[in-house]
């Protein structure tokens, strides 16, 4: 499949729906506490996209349950949210969600403390956040998709935490997973051509130890496979010709 350019009227819905997503992303991310379970974010989630008059995308997705995927600790990411997971103080939960207005498609995730977190985990949750910001310095027409790849893993690297290989970003518009897919470390090719009208997913994924993961035998659950932690950072963006328009941000 082709990568798309969203029309003007496409790229208002892709606005609309991201400012929504934003909106519900405020909210978990007030919501995060010791003592709430897993199931308690996705419940909430859940309502918060359909009082918007939107719909979770991640539900029923490849047979995924639940509309927020909720990933603790050394867990990656697609954490299937449960009533007996219960919070504490010190975790730190990555929350991915996405919804879909008027037919457009937004997804971003978000890694937050639970409580007062060690200085490890700040460290890697702000390196997580900033990796992002440094690949969308690339993100521009004229430049090549995998610029945004190799400005996100010179950035990590150079830190020494570990980047997921197995997961990758990707367009996005009128299905949640569009081309091309967007990976966070440094490829041999360019990629494709950046165009303005270009809506990507860009969702790095980086480990506090080493970038190998694991897949749970209940079908979605990724973990580091040194069981260090994990945090997750994702945005839905426009690319221009000029600085990349993030609609996932209010
Ligand atoms: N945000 C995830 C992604 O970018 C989607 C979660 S997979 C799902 O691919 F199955 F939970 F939807
Ligand atoms: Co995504």
Same mark, same amino acid.
């Given at each position: ?38 199931? @308690? ?32 600790? #050394?867990?990656?990411? =697609? ?11 010190? #975790?730190?939960?990555?929350? @991915? ?56 893993? #010179? ?23 569009? #081309? ?46 040194? =069981?260090?932690?994990?945090? =997750? ?18």
């Amino acid at each position: 499949m082709a990568v798309t350019i969203k029309s003007a009227r496409e790229i208002e819905y892709m606005r609309e729906a991201g400012r929504l997503l934003a909106e519900v992303h405020e909210e978990l991310g007030a919501f995060i506490r010791p003592g709430i379970s897993t199931l @308690d974010i996705d419940m909430l989630g859940e309502k918060l996209i359909r009082s918007r008059g939107c719909v979770p995308n991640f539900l029923n997705y490849q047979g995924y349950p639940a509309s927020i995927c909720v990933s603790v600790n #050394d867990e990656v990411v =697609h954490g299937i949210p449960s009533s007996e997971r219960i919070l504490k103080e010190g #975790d730190i939960v990555s929350l @991915d969600a996405g919804l879909i207005y008027k037919g457009y498609h937004s997804d971003a995730a978000r890694t937050h403390a639970v409580g007062r977190i060690s200085e490890e985990a700040k460290k890697l949750i702000e390196v997580t956040r900033r990796s992002f910001f440094e690949g969308i310095k690339a993100a521009r027409e004229g430049n090549h998709l995998y610029d945004i790849s190799a400005a996100i893993d #010179d950035y990590v690297s150079g830190l020494g935490y570990g980047i997921v290989r197995d997961l990758v970003g990707h367009g996005i518009g009128t299905h949640l997973h569009e #081309d091309p897919q967007i990976p966070n470390f440094r490829q041999k090719r360019k990629g494709v051509r950046l165009q303005a009208g270009m809506t990507l997913a860009v969702e790095p994924m980086i480990n506090a130890g080493g970038w190998q993961v694991d897949f749970l035998d209940d079908g979605w659950t990724v973990v580091t496979r040194d =069981h260090s932690l994990s945090a =997750h950072y994702e945005n839905t963006i426009l690319i221009t010709e000029g600085e990349p328009e993030i609609l996932t941000i209010t």
